[in-house]
Every structure is written in C-alpha cells, then in structure tokens.
C-alpha cells in the first residue's frame, strides 16, 4: 500500500463511485516481461507479439467497464475492442515513459472518492476486501489508468477558444423574433410544363440524385442467449457447410430476408447495424461467424446483392418530370422573391408587412424563439438561424431564403442583446460541456491513428 496512506489518515471516500475505479484493478499485471512465442501470438504491436496472457487483463477490464450496463447494451465484440484499446494506450504510456507518482494516486483517491468531507481508512480496506484485490494491486492499476489518461492529455487534449464558446452561448441564451414573406412553389402550378428535352437535361444533370443504393438480402438463424445448447451450437459454427442443415440439426428457424439497403433495418433482425455491415462484405453464397445482438446470437448466410445503379431514363421518366417540374417552379418563386426585394429597395420599404397584400405572398410573424427551438415555416434548419442570428434589429435580409415550400424573405423584428456579465459567470460551464461532449470524437481519432502508426492488428477473429 502507498506509503502516504501507511504514513497518514487522509480524509474522504466515496464507495458508490467504485465503479469507475474498478476497471482500473485489472489493468496491471507487469506483462511486457513475458516473451511470446510467435504460435501463441494473438495481436502485433510495434513489430512485437502479443499473447493471450497479456491480453487476459485488458479483457477482464473493459469487461468491469461495461458491468455496471445492461446486457443488451453491449456485445462481447464491443467488450474485445474495448480491451484491445486500452492494450494499445498503456503501450504508449510505457514507450513516453509516463509517469504517475506515488502523491498523484493517493490524491486521486483522495479527490474521487469522497463523502461528506471524510476519509476512513477502514472503509477503504473494506472496498478492497470486497472486490477481492490486494492494496497494492488496486494502486497500480490506478496508477495505469492515470497514465493512459496522461496520453489522452498529451496527445488528444480538446482545443477550445473564446469564439466557440460565446457561440454555444448565444445558442442557448439569445432570443429572436422574426417577420417573413413566403412564396410557395405551388403557386405557380400549370406555369410550367417541361418538354421531353427539358426533362432530358435534368435527368443528366442530376443522375447522381436518382441512384438506387446496392442492395443485399440473407438467411438467417438465432441462437437466443438461454438456449441450453448455446455453447454446442456457436461451437458448431464454426464450421458451417449449408446453414439450412446446421438450422435443421439443431432446431432453429432459418429466417430468408427481401433485399435491404445498408441502412435499412432486417426483417425478423431490426435495427442491428452491424448485421448490415457484415452482410455486404460477404460474398454470395459465404456464410459468416456468429455476432451477437439484442435477440441472441446471429449466423448469417449471404443469398444475393444487387449493385448501385442509376436507372435508366426510360424506367423512372414520369419521377424525373416531377422533380424537374418542381425545380422549374423553385426558380419561378425565386426570382418573384428577387423581384420583391428590387421593389423594397427602390421603394425604401422598412417592413415587410407592408407587402402582405401582394396576391403571391403570405405574411407572418413569429414569437420570441432561440436557436434550438423550431421556427414556423423556417423549421430547425441551422444555417437559416445562423443567418436570423446575425441581423440587427429591423434588418431585411437581402436575399431569398429556399426553403422546402418555396422561397422566403424574412426580416429580423428583435434580437436580443449580448449580456457580458452573463456569459462570464457561465463560461466555465460551456468550457466543461465543450470537453466533455467533444472528448470522445478525439480520443477517438487519436487512438484510430496511434493504431495505424503502430502496425497494429489482431490475428484472431
């Protein structure tokens, strides 16, 4: 045990945060000493062999991690994975010779595990006892913990500046209200018929728009996760020839599905997107591993795909005469709005309501709204609120506005002001919420790089 906690009462613990610490427990181990003969090797890191023994700690670690979840919100896949990640953070630790003293974990104790101001020394035994590890085992899996988190800090730390948080600020503070003219596309029906040539051109110019996604059906069987002959069956297939006799052999439903697109949820499977995944690296005819999901344990046959194509001018005509009829009425509502601003600029016009007799137009106005709220006829749409946002008061916005409808011209009624003394006493805030919701997507990236730097890869599945 630490010397300072021999030496010393230090005051506070808090047992009902020991969930975060316990994934710390497994990681020490001092495994970089054992040698790895190249059979045993599972993984490579840095040209160097990683065995199933070195790996076993990682495991059980990211397995503590996910203990205190719900089963069906993670999968023995996620559990590797995790376990492989933190493998490759402690290598780097070890290769920066990162450090963490001896001061730093038991301030960390210290600091985290609180209550109530006060530290007993025979409750922390008492968490040790429970968790069935020794003092010094549980310091220096701390210890690992803290020095992978020192690689996040040095290597992937979240860049934050004053304009990003005056802007998460005034999203959540700031107050609009707007004034707007709408002219629908509809109004400008029996104004447009497209000649076979008109509708030509559209098709070859917006081919890309109209491309079927590939497309894969399956057949499919499901191990549920209570089947008394769940390890027989996921043994077994490993070495599948034909999936209906292996469903047959072990009375299972084998389930064929239509053909579905990448995103599409599967027949009988639902929202499992790495089903979808797996199903559209196989090969026709190739059957793949068991991958867990919410229902049990998945085996999948692959039993066709279709390509992505674009369809031929001929198959979808009457969809592109639509498409290019309504395109044709966006450039009419368009210019009617352009034609609009030319008459208030000419005629010094200062507000909008002055024009909502015009026959084409509808005039409206909207209550006080904030950036996240929605905004009738404008919706939620980010950079039309951007653009309300940075108007000043009264200010007509000089262009047409295109929205799903039609085109708009909107004017900026009120905006409220910007409240410094406000914004300081919050800023820290923002600046925690920044880290916190951005920290992820860069440790992320960080990790997906120091892998690729690395060399490293897995051999088994």
């Known amino acids: 045990m630490l010397t300072i906690f021999r030496a010393h009462h230090v005051k506070r613990i808090l047992i009902a945060l020991a969930v975060m610490i316990i994934p710390a427990f497994v990681l020490w181990g001092g495994l970089a000493y054992f040698k790895t003969k190249d059979s045993d090797a599972i993984a490579e890191i840095a040209k160097r062999k990683i065995s199933s023994f070195e790996f076993l700690p990682y495991y059980r670690m990211a397995e503590m991690q996910y203990a205190s979840q719900k089963k069906d919100a993670f999968t023995a896949q996620l559990i590797k994975k ?49 968790l069935r590890v020794q003092p010094r085992v549980f310091e220096e899996q701390l210890r690992n913990t803290m020095k992978i988190e020192k690689v996040y800090e040095k290597y992937a730390a979240v860049k934050i500046d004053d304009k990003q948080i005056r802007e998460l600020y005034d999203k959540d503070t700031r107050k609009a209200k707007i004034s ?3 002219v629908s596309d509809d109004d400008f029906d029996g104004r447009v018929n497209t000649s076979d040539q008109e509708i030509e051109e559209f098709y070859n110019k917006n081919k890309d728009t109209f491309k079927e996604e590939a497309k894969a059906k399956i057949k499919y069987v499901i191990v549920a996760k209570d089947d008394p002959a769940k390890d027989e069956i996921l043994k077994a297939a490993d070495a599948i020839d034909k999936l209906d006799e292996f469903a047959a052999k072990f ?15 599967v ?50 005509k009457n969809e592109v005469k639509k498409r290019a009829e309504r395109a044709a009425k966006k450039v009419l509502a368009d210019k009617y709005c352009r034609a609009l601003l030319e008459r208030i600029t000419g005629e010094k016009i200062a507000d909008l309501k002055t024009l909502e007799k015009d026959a084409k137009v509808k005039y409206g106005e909207t209550d006080f709204f904030r950036y996240s709220e929605f905004v009738p006829v404008l919706g939620f749409d980010a950079k039309i609120k951007n653009l309300i946002f940075s108007l ?70």
């Open 267 to 316: 027949y009988g499977i639902g929202d499992e997107p790495e089903i979808n995944d797996f199903a559209f690296t196989l090969k026709k005819g190739e059957i793949g591993e068991a991958i867990e999901i919410k229902k049990g344990y998945c085996i999948i046959e692959k039993t066709g795909q279709e390509e992505a194509y674009i369809p031929a001018l001929a198959e979808i």
């Open 180 to 182: 707007y003219l709408l």
């Open 82 to 130: 995790t376990a492989w990640d933190y493998l490759v953070l402690n290598w780097k630790a070890d290769k920066d010779r990162i450090k963490v003293s001896d001061e730093e974990v038991a301030k960390k104790i210290v600091d985290t595990l609180s209550f109530g101001g006060v530290f007993k020394k025979e409750n922390y035994f008492r968490l040790l006892r429970s």
């Open 392 to 461: 000043k008061k009264n200010e007509i916005y000089k262009e047409p506005l295109a929205l799903a409808e039609g085109s708009c011209l909107i004017q900026a009624k009120d905006i409220s002001s910007f409240d410094q003394a406000d914004f300081t006493a919050k800023k820290q805030g923002y600046i925690d919420y920044v880290k916190h919701s951005q920290s992820p997507e860069t440790r992320a990236k960080y990790l997906a790089k120091l892998k690729a730097e690395t060399g490293f890869k897995t051999y088994q599945k």
């Open 251 to 265: 009375g299972l439903a084998a389930v064929e599905t239509g053909y579905f697109r990448a995103k599409d949820p």
